[in-house]
């Protein structure tokens, strides 16, 4: 079996449409969607990320504006920048960038960020509502991940899925969404023994733990559904996911390439939620 490609830039270009209709609702109406992002310090993956976050809110028209500060930024000083931010009115989401320098407190500034700003859905009350099931904000990369499975209708409901990885912004909230269609959903750590036994029974197989090529086609259930979070740059330049795309996609039904996977269609979310936010502050 060859996989068929899910294309995350043709996914995400769609749901830009959609949602670049709906702000022009908002600015009938006089209100322009803003999304401010904060980055701390030179990382440089992290300055391709806001580039390409402040680039897709341009394309669909929104607001953006990036408040870069340099590495040795104080705490305070963060904090006092989320707290103007979540008094603007021209601005309905707020991002900081990840990784923060060792001497800020991440949870202390994501929990600083409004939750009706939080458009990456990561504040404690964001999560907590995803948790009940009654989600605000979707978390933007499992939520992109569940637009990509609708958009190529593929069944969740009764199907083994499994999500290798249980981070905060990726691994849980995946688990939640998909627990939410009805799949029948197992979490694997880097303490999980015998990983094999797990994703080669997954009818679903979520990856998501920044190991380069990891998972190998011997590991995948044939006309499996794949899904590769996985964002690694390797030695020579390449940049691959954390499957590996030859041997899986002759075991795979459908499969997500790295790049032009899973990333764009967190930019869509993103955007979207922005969207979502100033709509939510419009009334409408
Ligand atoms: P984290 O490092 O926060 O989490 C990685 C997870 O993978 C951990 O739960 C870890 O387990 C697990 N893990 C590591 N090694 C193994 C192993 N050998 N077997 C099973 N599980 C393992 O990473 P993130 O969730 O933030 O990101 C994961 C990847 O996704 C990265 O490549 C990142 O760049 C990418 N990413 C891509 C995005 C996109 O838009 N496409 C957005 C966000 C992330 P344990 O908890 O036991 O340590």
């Known amino acids: 079996m060859t996989a068929k490609i899910i294309d995350g830039k043709e996914i995400a270009q769609a749901l830009r449409e959609e949602w670049r209709h709906r702000a022009e609702k908002l600015k009938d109406k006089g209100i322009l969607p ?26 669909v028209g929104l607001h953006s504006e990036s408040h870069d500060m340099p590495e040795d930024v104080s705490e305070e000083m963060l904090l006092k920048q989320i707290e103007e ?8 989401g707020i991002l900081v960038q990840l990784p923060l320098p060792a001497h ?20 404690y009350y964001n999560l ?7 989600m605000k904000f979707p978390p933007c990369t499992p939520y992109g991940v569940m637009c990509m499975l609708d958009y190529m ?15 905060n912004i990726v691994g849980k909230p995946m688990a939640m969404l998909l627990l939410e269609k009805n ?22 197989l979520v990856v998501a733990t920044g190991r380069p090529e990891m998972i190998t086609g011997d590991m995948i259930k044939e006309g499996a559904t794949v899904i590769d979070v996985g964002i690694n740059r390797l ?14 996609s002759e075991k795979a039904s459908y499969i997500t390439p790295v ?4 990333g764009p269609m967190t930019i869509a979310v993103l955007v979207a939620n922005t969207v979502l936010s100033a709509e939510k502050f419009s009334g409408m």
């Open 128 to 134: 907590g509502a995803l948790f009940t099931g009654n």
């Open 104 to 123: 800020i407190d991440d949870v202390k500034v994501l929990e600083a960020i409004s939750p009706d700003k939080d458009v990456d859905g990561f504040h």
């Open 259 to 262: 790049p032009g996977g899973v």
């Open 34 to 59: 803003g999304l401010a992002v904060i980055i701390v310090g030179d990382n440089p993956a992290s300055r391709v990320y806001v580039r390409n976050k402040i680039k897709a809110c341009h394309e």
């Open 235 to 248: 030695d020579d330049g390449r940049l691959v996911g954390d499957v590996e795309f030859a041997s899986a």
């Open 153 to 167: 209708n593929i069944p969740l409901e009764g199907k083994e899925a499994v999500v290798v990885g249980r981070s």
């Open 183 to 204: 799949a029948t959903v197992t979490i694997c750590t880097s303490r999980t023994q015998d990983l094999k036994s797990h994703t080669s029974r997954a009818d679903i």
């Open 85 to 92: 931010l979540n008094h603007s009115d021209k601005i309905h």
